[in-house]
């Protein structure tokens, strides 16, 4: 028998996407590298199958250009040197303190990830409010699903990116699928959208481009970029004006039906065509398919969230749901499908500007003195809320002078990219913890090598809510130190001896008893029981509960367990196109990268199958721009220019181009993308904004 076999795998996650697919992990020799990814059909999840992100994961694990000793910018030569762990973790305390003290505690800022543990961003955030006293701290997941986790609070008085969990899709009679591209994003949860179809179910996909998953379709309407909100109202419309509204569930399980019902009605389904521009019958038998279906579900994405008017978007979608009675039931209801590995417990535990631990609101007295009495401090101590993530990243080198940045690259992910690169330059001082010199990385004043999934204990929540833990598999290379670890080791400079430990099953058991009581309470969650269990769903209140996999069933979680319409109406996107920026940008994800491609540029196969950024463009727009396939093409926004090779497809609207965002350099696509941002969400408007095409030479 060979070495390798005789090695036990360790079950794990991947570390990328909000799925979470199970895997197993084989060391070639206890805790060495290299790993082998080994299939883990026992996790209901994905049932062994992974997408090749999961599969090369561990390349990045042994990859010659991860970081394996800190890097601190010498002010002789201005280039980033070796330093020790004492001397970098000496250098970032002294930074934040320098600016602390000469500029006042916000001043400093601190800016987390959607892909951090639940222990880490419950840590991050603690260290943010008791060390720093700042109120400036916020992370990357502002830009994904902000705007369904206001909207699902605002219906439903509680969010969980899915109240039901995946194995419920098949079984229901409709879905409608807003915005999400699964096949290029989570390739392994397509199954659940063919089992639906097996079973008999109908499909419906809402995007502008003809996907993979589009093609997977019943019914693909294809609406103009930034339109989806215009569609939910025209097809609830059509709900008033066939008489397909459930007026039993309406009465019994609903507030605000009235207001919503004449939001609706002022949007003919004729308008609706023209703003939009699906067709009218195609509206109609959207609807059929959808109300005559006795049970549904609409999930959405980025597409229709990543607006500057996501929010009210998402909650047309709602209305569409609770019009029909198909929401607090069995089978049926809203979802979001959050994208982020750790989106969903990176939004409960603290790292974001307006929320504390165990998904309490900053603002609620009870939830300050609940969350201060476990922290063992006054609550009149913690700061208030503080800035959204792009206000906050807007705010540097103006008010916010120094920033401590763990787990993301805004460089690459963030709005107005160029921009927001200018203002981390214009820092007095930048800390980043990362495991590869990121674009926003190379910026630092400090660079703090960190270990990676496989190399560390952590729980993530996957988009269903289901609490999962990942074990430590392999010994860390000598020189890497955990975030957790660099959190208490900078907590001691600051003068917290006590109350940031290392060892992330301690900062568990602590975040457990700060979410108790909470909307996202993790109190009957323990290691042990995620192990035996193959996860554990939130709430989960004591040690006897088996964890919630269905939410709203009884009432919803609002003070009088109704749901409630919100009426929306209708409006333009921030930035319309006009005669200097005649065709719409959206922008989006490939399969074989993840998110600003920090990890899996660094990956050979993954850059073999997507080595670089283009523009997808229907073939009369290339006629008419006189573009052939492969030609360089200048995309020009009013925030910057963008050069890429043109992809033409007839599977894109005229009217829009499509890039991924996943590249610096010349191809960023978040050069051009508008910064304006949904007023209840503060989610930035990724998905549309107006450009114009030229041939890169002219
Ligand atoms: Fe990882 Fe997501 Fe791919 Fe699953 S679908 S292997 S979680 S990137």
Redesign the pocket.
């Known amino acids: 028998m060979s070495e390798v076999t005789t090695v036990p795998t360790v079950p794990t996650?991947?570390?990328?996407?909000?799925?979470?697919?199970g895997?197993n992990l084989r060391p070639t020799a206890a805790g060495a590298l290299p790993a082998e990814v080994v299939d883990r059909p026992d996790f209901p999840v994905?049932r062994g199958?992974?997408?090749?992100?999961?599969?090369t994961?561990p390349a990045v694990l042994s990859s010659r250009v991860r970081l394996t000793e800190p890097l601190v910018r010498c002010p002789d030569t201005g280039a980033l040197e070796p330093a020790t762990w004492e001397e970098a973790l000496s250098a970032v305390a002294e930074g934040l303190s320098r600016t602390r003290a000469g500029h006042g505690a916000d001043a400093v800022g601190v800016f987390g990830g959607g892909g951090l543990t639940n222990e880490k961003a419950y840590a991050l955030g603690k260290f943010a409010r008791l060390v720093l006293g700042t109120s400036q701290i916020d992370y990357n997941g502002r830009f994904c699903m902000s705007s369904a986790a206001a909207a699902h609070q605002r219906a439903f008085g509680l969010d969980r990116g899915l109240p039901f969990p995946l194995e419920d899709i098949p079984k229901t009679g409709c879905v409608i699928l807003v915005g999400s591209n699964l096949a290029e994003?989570?390739?392994?949860?397509l199954r659940y959208l063919t089992e639906l179809k097996a079973n008999g179910g109908k499909l419906i996909v809402v995007d502008p481009r003809r996907t993979r998953t589009a093609e997977q379709a019943d019914l693909h309407l294809a609406p103009r970029p930034g339109t989806d909100l215009a569609l939910a109202l025209g097809m609830l419309h059509l709900v008033v004006a066939e008489g397909r509204v459930d007026e039993e569930f309406v009465a019994a399980r609903t507030e605000g039906w009235a207001e919503a019902r004449a939001g609706a009605m002022s949007h003919w389904p004729e308008q609706v065509e023209r703003i939009t521009g699906v067709p009218v019958p195609e509206l109609r038998e959207a609807v059929r398919m959808f109300s005559e279906a006795g049970t549904g579900m609409v999930l959405t994405a980025r597409g229709p969230e990543q607006q500057s008017k996501g929010t009210d978007t998402v909650g047309a979608w709602i209305n569409l749901c609770l019009a029909t009675g198909k929401a607090g039931r069995p089978l049926s209801g809203y979802g979001c499908l959050t994208g982020q590995?750790n989106g969903q417990g990176g939004r409960e535990h603290g790292q974001k500007a307006d929320q504390l631990p165990g998904y309490r609101k900053l603002d609620d007295p009870a939830a300050r003195e609940h969350v201060a009495g476990v922290w063992g401090v006054p609550p009149e101590s913690l700061p208030g809320p503080g800035r959204s993530a792009y206000e906050l990243l807007d705010a540097l080198g103006r008010d916010v002078k120094a920033l401590l940045l763990m787990g993301s690259n805004p460089v690459v992910s963030a709005p107005r990219a160029a921009h927001i690169e200018e203002r981390l330059k214009s820092l007095d001082f930048l800390a980043v913890a990362d495991v590869v010199l990121s674009e926003t990385a190379a910026l630092a004043d400090v660079v703090l090598p960190v270990t990676q999934w496989a190399e560390e204990t952590g729980t993530t929540t996957n988009l269903e809510g289901r609490v999962l833990l990942r074990r430590r598999a392999l010994t860390p290379p000598p020189g890497v130190r955990s975030d957790l670890e660099v959190l208490h080791g900078l907590a001691a400079l600051l003068g917290w001896e006590k109350g940031f430990p290392a060892d992330p099953e301690e900062v568990f058991g602590e975040l457990r008893r700060a979410s108790a009581g909470g909307p996202a309470d993790y109190s009957g969650i323990s290691y042990r029981r995620i192990e035996e269990e193959q996860g554990v769903f939130w709430p989960c209140p004591d040690e006897g509960h088996a964890g919630t996999q269905r939410l709203f069933l009884d009432r919803f979680a609002t003070p009088d367990g109704r749901a409630r319409f919100v009426p929306v109406v209708h409006r333009a996107a921030a930035e319309e196109t006009d005669a200097d920026y005649p065709v719409v940008l959206t922008t989006g994800r490939v399969v074989a990268q993840?998110q600003s491609g920090a990890q899996t540029r660094r990956v050979d196969e993954l850059n073999a199958a997507a080595p670089g950024p283009f523009v997808e463009l229907h073939p009369r727009l290339a006629e008419r721009l006189g573009v052939a396939e492969g030609e360089a093409v200048a995309v020009v926004s009013r925030r910057g220019r963008a050069v890429a090779p043109a992809r033409i497809t007839a599977a894109i609207r005229p009217d829009t181009v499509f890039m991924p965002f996943h590249w610096p350099g010349e191809g960023r696509a978040n050069t051009l993308t508008n910064p304006a941002l949904d007023p209840v969400s503060k989610m930035p408007e990724f998905k549309v904004c107006a450009v114009r095409l030229e041939r890169a030479a002219s």
Do not use: D, E, F
């Not at 996650?13 to 697919?21: D, G, K, S, V």
């Not at 199958?49 to 599969?55: Q, S, T």
């Open positions: 996650h991947c570390p990328y996407c909000a799925l979470q697919c895997m994905n199958a992974l997408c090749g992100k999961g599969r994961a994003t989570m390739p392994p949860a590995g993840y």
